[in-house]
T-cell receptor, first 112, second 113 residues
């Protein structure tokens, strides 16, 4: 069984540009989560999809972040426009049930 | 904010048991205790979870005190590959707002040869 995959693994962009991160969950997992760790801080929850619906988006920092999960399969997280403080590692996780979440390797985003 | 307290760091000799403590004195009756770990540069990895009974799987054992205010994760025979940051998380499972994991700073475990 393939694990959670994320693309790209690294992204370096200029401040003000747009970046789109992609997450492919484990097949059959209805729950999909986005988290991020910014420099020196703890891993923070961003949002939770159940299939294509946003179940909890309480962690989204501001309206520069847009997450979608069309068709309930893969998800994208767009940052537009990117700011310096958005630099960090963005993790995606998926789960079938309510307990174990499987994490991807993360996307390292650097905003210059 | 995280609802757990863990030591910042611990050392363990290779081959010995690693016992990682966690305090969660404000845990509610419907909250589970979860343990995840993050090996350098990888995504967090689920280890084990429990509600009130002790639990064991192929990776570790989880001992929860009777009053549920603290727990201990036990890695029975630590190896160098167990060097990681270990996170203790309390969470309600199965509720609409219960999906998210709230990570604290965790315990940085160093397994030494």
């Amino acid at each position: 069984e393939a694990g959670v995959t994320q693309f790209p693994s690294h992204s370096v962009i200029e401040k003000g540009q747009t970046v789109t991160l992609r997450c492919d969950p484990i097949s059959g997992h209805d729950n999909l989560y986005w988290y991020r760790r910014v420099m020196g801080k703890e891993i923070k929850f961003l949002l939770h999809f159940v299939k294509e619906s946003k179940q909890d988006e309480s962690g989204m920092p501001n309206n520069r972040f847009l997450a979608e999960r069309t068709g309930g399969t893969y998800s994208t997280l767009k940052v537009q426009p990117a700011e310096l403080e958005d630099s960090g590692v963005y993790f995606c996780a998926s789960s079938r049930g309510t307990h174990e979440q499987f994490f991807g390797p993360g996307t390292r985003l650097t905003v210059l | 904010d995280a609802k757990t307290t863990q030591p910042t760091s611990m050392d363990c000799a290779e081959g010995r048991a690693a016992n990682l403590p966690c305090n969660h004195s404000t845990i509610s009756g419907n909250e589970y205790v979860y343990w995840y770990r993050q090996i350098h540069s990888q995504g967090p990895q689920y280890i084990i979870h429990g509600l009130k009974n002790n639990e064991t799987n192929e990776m570790a054992s989880l001992i929860i005190t009777e009053d549920r205010k603290s727990s201990t994760l036990i890695l029975p025979h630590a190896t160098l590959r167990d060097t990681a940051v270990y996170y203790c998380i309390v969470r309600v499972a199965g509720s609409p707002q219960g999906g998210k994991l709230i990570f604290g700073q965790g315990t940085e475990l160093s397994v030494k040869p």
